[in-house]
């Protein structure tokens, strides 16, 4: 059971961190709009390698227990969530009733794959 259990949630807890590593990677470089776009690019590039170094073994891990359309769907809900956080905290963006609805269909679109 415990093998079982690390395999199921594992992937969860790396999922989340591959992805706070890419959305800082894509879009964490908007506070600096001045920088040099060559050095932005080479550091987000940096920036993304940590990303797969958490998310190829989240989905390695992950497919011994879940669908391949079930691992991209937990990392679509889990890339909405960190991105919604990051805008709002760090970006300071607005996050209004259209972005909650909006978001909300895509959960429902998500239930749907886990309910197959």
Same mark, same amino acid.
């Given at each position: 059971?415990? @093998?079982?259990?690390?395999?199921?949630?594992?992937?969860?807890?790396?999922?989340?961190?591959? @992805?706070?590593?890419?959305?800082?990677?894509? !879009?964490?470089?908007?506070?600096?709009?001045?920088?040099?776009?060559?050095?932005?690019?080479?550091?987000?590039?940096?920036?993304?390698?940590?990303? !797969?170094?958490?998310?190829?073994?989240? @989905?390695?891990?992950?497919?011994?227990?879940?669908?391949?359309?079930?691992?991209?769907?937990?990392?679509?809900?889990?890339?909405?969530?960190?991105?919604?956080?990051?805008?709002?905290? !760090?970006?300071?963006?607005?996050?209004?009733?259209?972005?909650?609805?909006?978001?909300?269909?895509?959960?429902?679109?998500?239930?749907?794959?886990?309910?197959?």
């Amino acid at each position: 059971m415990p @093998n079982f259990l690390s395999q199921s949630i594992a992937p969860i807890f790396l999922l989340i961190a591959s @992805n706070v590593f890419m959305t800082f990677a894509w !879009y964490g470089h908007l506070k600096f709009p001045t920088a040099p776009l060559a050095q932005v690019v080479f550091i987000s590039w940096g920036i993304a390698l940590m990303e !797969y170094w958490l998310a190829i073994p989240a @989905n390695r891990i992950g497919h011994t227990v879940y669908s391949t359309a079930e691992l991209k769907t937990m990392q679509e809900v889990i890339t909405l969530v960190v991105f919604s956080l990051f805008s709002i905290f !760090y970006l300071k963006e607005s996050f209004t009733w259209q972005h909650v609805a909006g978001f909300a269909l895509i959960a429902v679109g998500a239930t749907l794959i886990f309910k197959a």
